[in-house]
């Protein structure tokens, strides 16, 4: 498999799981998005205000876009709308991203900024992001169970997607 097959095959599958998660979240009481709990993010709703948040983020810098200004804002009481943002974000970078050949996948990025300064290929900050967004995603199911959520909880594993 070539580096452009695997980069597009989990950039479909972060849009799949976070389809699933989204689609899963839309069906609860909007309340329990809002409860508060133990994690990174107090609320089911800010840890998906996270995950779209640093996928825009990423997005942009990967796209080698001006990130000195970047709008962190947080909407509360948007929980909908957040879901769907989260949803056509992810759309967007499998679009975007999923058009970079092999020599745009490995060309270096330098990142630059007060908290990391790093200097790799542009796949690495790829499957950075995708596997920051993975571990959100876990994080959304253990705050969901805290709150005593335990139906209807979708699978978001890589197997289950390369399984359809």
Excluded at 74 to 102: K, P, T
Excluded at 109 to 133: C, E, G, V
Excluded at 151 to 160: F, K, Q, S
Aim: proline share 1%.
């Amino acid at each position: 498999m070539s580096l452009h097959q695997l980069i597009n095959s989990n950039l479909a599958y972060n849009a799949w799981a976070n389809e699933r998660i989204a689609k899963w979240l839309s069906t609860l009481d909007e309340s329990i998005l809002y409860a508060k709990a133990d994690s990174s993010f107090s609320s089911i709703d800010l840890t998906v205000q996270h995950i779209h948040c640093v996928e825009r983020y990423w997005s942009a810098f990967i796209h080698e876009e001006d990130i000195a200004n970047f709008d962190w804002s947080v909407f509360e009481n948007q929980a909908a709308q957040n879901l769907n943002d989260l949803v056509n974000q992810s759309l967007r970078m499998q679009e975007s991203m999923g058009h970079f050949d092999e020599s745009q996948l490995n060309k270096t990025l330098l990142l630059d900024t007060p908290w990391s300064k790093n200097n790799q290929a542009r796949f690495h900050y790829i499957f950075h992001m995708l596997n920051h967004s993975t571990y959100h995603r876990g994080q959304i199911v253990s705050i969901a169970r805290q709150l005593g959520i335990t139906e209807g909880i979708p699978g978001t594993d890589y197997n289950g997607f390369t399984m359809m």
